[in-house]
């Protein structure tokens, strides 16, 4: 076990609150977490490698933008240029931004910068953390995720 995520509560793109972990209870999690604009293709690769070895059947795929608060205003229009560029209704579901103190979450997960997205494999029905990562999520990545999962 390597710690417990925070139960952490945004919007998704289809503008559901939806807290996490917690309201995914019937599959482990797989959390991509992005805190800069150029950490998306890394976490679109990953989020394909995912899906191209079949994660997405027995895990739900979560990608969380975590941004700094900023006024009502300025959060609507960001999730508006956000859903203007998604048009997939899937991958708006399982993209659920939060707007959060950064440095206090980044220190819930012990991670010392904001040099790379990273993730998290949560255990079903829990918060506790399985297995966790930065960057691109390799072949080897999934494997690890796989048995972590078992």
Do not use: C
């Amino acid at each position: 076990m390597t710690g417990h995520f925070p139960s952490i509560t945004g919007k998704n793109l289809n503008k559901e609150r939806i807290t996490v972990p917690d309201d995914f209870l019937d599959k482990h999690l797989i959390l991509l977490l992005g805190y800069q604009r150029w950490h998306q293709p890394i976490i679109d690769d990953s989020i394909h490698s995912l899906e191209a070895s079949g994660m997405e059947q027995t895990h739900h795929i979560i990608e969380i933008p975590v941004i700094k608060p900023s006024s009502w205003l300025a959060q609507m229009r960001l999730d508006g240029v956000m859903r203007a560029a998604i048009r997939d209704t899937a991958v708006r579901q399982r993209t659920i931004t939060v707007y959060l103190d950064k440095q206090k979450f980044r220190d819930q997960l012990n991670l010392p910068n904001e040099d790379t997205s990273h993730w998290f494999l949560v255990k079903q029905g829990s918060n506790e953390i399985l297995l966790r990562g930065k960057g691109r999520i390799s072949v080897g990545d999934i494997e690890q995720l796989r048995i972590a999962s078992n």
